[in-house]
């Protein structure tokens, strides 16, 4: 009775997750109640490029998750399209802020960043580059 009752709340709870997490989903990367769109504050590791001097800031940054269905171009037993849904969280910086006080807003970023990924190029409002990676530290 209990198997069953945990493992209907679990198919109910994934089911309408995704209307729960856009009105009380929490604004914490890779959590499970992630809110699909927010602004937060992260600590990041960043390197200017020319140098191989490594700091710790704190960004603004701006997530965006996104779903991409892919067709695999085949039919199941009944006849249906084989497809595949991947969902994608994309980190985009907007400012940073360094460990002396200064600033820097940033106008270019061809690549999102992505928790655990590599270090992703950005370029400053007065045209320094800087290759920065996400660290797992939210600041609250």
Known sequence: ????????GYFLLSREKGSYVIHYGVPIV??????PEYDAVYRVEIEPENSRAKYQAIADIHVEGRTETEDYGEENWIGQSITHTYEYRDVWIRKLHFPNG????IDDQEEPLHLGGDAEAVTDSNGRSWFVRLLNEPIH
């Open 102 to 105: 200064g600033t820097a807003v």
């Open 1 to 8: 009775m209990l198997i069953g009752t945990l493992a209907f």
């Open 30 to 35: 890779g959590h499970f109640l992630e809110k």
